[in-house]
């Protein structure tokens, strides 16, 4: 640490660590674990391994050790604060002006030289007929059991993750979403890929459908009639929906003390996470950043460094890997297809879909898909993506060689590591195809 005297006040609405660790990812990549687990009994029949039929999960014992591991993290990062030194408030925060914050329902006032705002997001509720019906990620890390016909509401990677969960866990899905394709700002490819890998295992996606009304069945306890623009109603007893995430500001006081917003009604930063107030200072999905967990660390850290370090940095967001935890999983970094060719004009474009090695002794009909963006000019290499097993694993390595701006000369100079989906990478020697520019 540097040495500097900290509070923190968190209100504790989903605990320590905030999203991610309670109501996020953490959460989230164990169910997606569980909801793998009867794939692989299935797949293993290849592998001469014979399960009983009829195997069926026991959904409370789920709940119960992931809420036990996310009391562990807690407990760790309650500790690892109070080793620190840091004061710890329990409490929601309002803001009273530029250097002073009301705590404790205003029993307790504090003052600092500085004021980090890291409130994080909450998930949007749709503007539907009977809202009050549908629930969000939060409450889906809590459900007394698994739902036997799921209405899932979106069409980003929390909506594509949780469709995969539920289906997982045997439940029907039906995933509503307001365009053709699911995941909306990443690689064509990669979402048309995944959107079919996804229909064929089952799950029934339903493009240019919005949901516009949930009601109470009459006919079923616990169920709901879902009524949809495509002139549908359809019954479910459980519909989610995972439209995107606001500022979690509250009472926070932000207008009091005039803080500027972005048009979208994030907290307006600079290159150094700081409002337009001298002192108040703001990182993470409150802002207008990446939202994702390690760019808010990132910023956090760059912030702690500048400020009380004498270290002056701002995070490098160029070029951030990210995942999606579907199934098959996605990982990618760099720029997608359309992005490079609209930045660099001439690319180059190497794709592989194939059968992973695995699923030549089962009976899925699962694919694997890797490609790779290279600018034409410079031979750098500026996107790969891929859809299939440990996808994020594999590209966290992949992401860190493109931050270095390997070329494709220099990628296809590595030898790879036999057998493995990952070698594909090193050994797409010719190109698909080459558009934009001077494309041959």
């Not at 309670?22 to 293993?44: H, Q």
């Not at 990628?411 to 494309?439: C, N």
Request: hydrophobic share 40%; with cysteine; aromatic share 8%.
């Amino acid at each position: 640490g540097h040495g500097a005297k900290v509070g923190l006040a968190d209100d504790l609405d989903v605990g320590l660590g905030g999203t991610c660790v309670n109501v996020g990812c953490v959460p989230k990549k164990l169910f997606a674990y569980g909801a793998e687990t009867m794939i692989d009994v299935r797949d293993s029949a290849g592998f001469g391994w014979d399960f009983p039929t009829g195997i069926t999960p026991n959904w409370s014992r789920l709940i119960q050790n992931k809420n036990k591991e996310i009391a562990r993290l807690n407990g760790i990062y309650e500790k690892l604060l109070t080793n620190a030194g840091v004061s710890l408030y329990k409490s929601r925060a309002e803001l009273i002006d530029a250097h002073t914050l009301s705590l404790e329902e205003g029993k307790t006032h504090v003052t600092a030289s500085k004021i980090l705002i890291a409130v994080g997001g909450w998930p949007a509720k749709p503007d539907v007929t009977g809202s009050e019906y549908v629930i969000s990620s939060n409450e889906a890390f809590y459900l007394e059991k698994p739902p036997e016909r799921a209405v899932v509401i979106g069409s980003g990677y929390i909506a594509v993750e949780f469709a995969g969960i539920f289906h997982g866990y045997g439940s029907h899905v039906d995933l509503c979403i307001r365009r053709e394709r699911i995941l909306r700002g990443f690689d064509t490819d990669v979402a048309d890929h995944l959107q079919k890998q996804m229909v064929d295992q089952g799950i029934n996606i339903r493009p240019k459908t919005k949901v516009t009304k949930v009601a109470p069945s009459d006919s079923k306890e616990g169920w709901f009639d879902v009524s949809l623009t495509t002139g549908e109603t359809i019954e479910a007893d459980l519909v989610m929906a995972a439209i995107g995430r606001v500022p979690k500001f509250g009472s926070l006081g932000l207008g009091k003390v005039g803080v500027d917003l972005c048009p979208k009604g994030f907290i307006k930063v600079d290159r150094e996470q700081k409002t337009n107030i001298e002192s108040i200072y703001a990182v993470g999905d409150c802002t207008e950043t990446l939202h994702l967990t390690p760019v808010a660390l990132a910023e956090a850290h760059c912030f702690a460094d500048t400020h009380f370090g004498n270290m002056p940095r701002t995070p490098d967001l160029e070029d951030v890997a990210t995942a999606v935890f579907s199934h098959p999983n996605i990982g990618t970094v760099g720029l997608s297809e359309d992005e490079a060719e609209k930045k660099y004009g001439h690319i180059k474009v190497f794709k592989s879909e194939f059968r992973p090695l695995k699923h030549t002794m089962t009976e899925s009909g699962e694919r694997s898909l890797m490609k790779i963006v290279v600018d034409g000019k410079t031979d750098r290499v500026v996107g790969m993506h891929m859809v299939g097993a440990h996808a994020g694993e594999l590209m966290q390595g992949f992401a860190a060689a493109i931050k270095c701006k390997i070329t494709k000369k220099q990628l296809d100079s590595v030898i790879g590591i036999h057998p493995t989906s990952a070698e594909e990478f090193v050994t797409m020697r010719s190109a698909s195809y080459e558009k934009g520019g001077d494309a041959k």
